[in-house]
């Protein structure tokens, strides 16, 4: 069973970046869809971005994130990245990520089988 290793998040502000990173322990990403999620205070879990694998590995991101974030995969690290530009205070959130063994990713929760914990971003205006 795959166990997933969130870090990366902090403090920044607006106009800010950052690359959260998600390590798999126990086992490898091969095969397996990745997902990242933000559930912001007072707010439901909303996925925001995913990459399949395999050689294919369509990517999928949320309106929202669309042209400022960019996900990506290193699977000789066991590790898929976000990378966050040009944040937003509406970006504030604790961001999670999700794995599924399948070659397709999806932005629905339900999705996924494993998770890890959060790491809390927060963007100051």
């Known amino acids: 069973e795959v166990q997933l290793q969130a870090s990366g998040g902090g403090l920044v502000q607006a106009g800010g970046s950052l690359r959260l990173s998600c390590a798999a322990s126990g086992g490898t990403f091969d095969g397996y869809a990745i997902g990242w999620f933000r559930e912001a205070p007072g707010k439901t879990r909303e996925g925001i971005s995913c990459?399949?694998?395999?050689?294919?590995?369509?990517?999928y991101y949320a309106e929202s994130v669309k042209g400022r974030f960019t996900i990506s995969s290193d699977y000789a690290k066991n590790t898929v990245y976000l990378q966050m530009n040009s944040l937003k205070p509406e970006d504030t959130a604790d961001y999670y990520c999700?794995?599924?063994?399948?070659?397709?990713?999806?932005?629905?929760?339900?999705?996924?089988?494993?998770w890890g914990q959060g790491t809390l971003v927060t963007v100051s205006s």
């Open positions: 999700a794995a599924v063994l399948s070659p397709r990713c999806h932005l629905g929760r339900s999705w996924y089988d494993y």
């Open positions: 990459i399949g694998s395999g050689g294919d590995a369509t990517t």
